[in-house]
């Protein structure tokens, strides 16, 4: 029979991290450079709220989308071009213009995500 001391608390696990100057939002969203604001709400509602290809989209997006910025944003793309495929182009299209503008700072202008901010 295996018996447990439950009497003794468990030691706190303890990371050390260094500092980085430049990059914001550690955790479990990576790093990056972009601005992060806080979410008020709930975020699972919002997420279930959205229509069932704006779910698969942010589910698969490179970063991390609110459910309400992907709506909002996708709602004016689809406004301006008055068709879903072309707003989902819209989505990618800023969604890669961002990851452009944080690979530079990340990664510096040599990175292949980097190139693509000049076009």
Not at 4 to 16: D, E, G, R, V
Not at 25 to 42: A, E, I, V, W, Y
Not at 91 to 108: E, F, P, S, V, Y
Request: net charge positive; aromatic share 6%; hydrophobic share 30%.
């Amino acid at each position: 029979m295996i018996s447990y001391n439950i009497s003794q608390p468990l030691a706190a696990a303890t990371f050390k991290t260094t500092p980085t100057k430049d990059l914001k939002m550690t955790g479990n969203c990576g790093q990056t450079s972009l601005k992060r604001k806080p979410r008020r709400g709930n975020p699972m509602q919002d997420y279930d709220c959205l229509p069932p290809d704006l779910r698969r989209w942010i589910s698969s997006a490179v970063l991390p989308w609110s459910a309400k910025s992907v709506h909002r944003t996708f709602n004016k793309a689809l406004a301006r071009t008055g068709d879903r495929t072309h707003a989902f182009g819209e989505l990618n299209r800023i969604q890669r213009k961002l990851t452009a503008k944080d690979a530079q700072k990340i990664w510096g202008s040599s990175h292949p995500d980097a190139v693509s901010s000049k076009r």
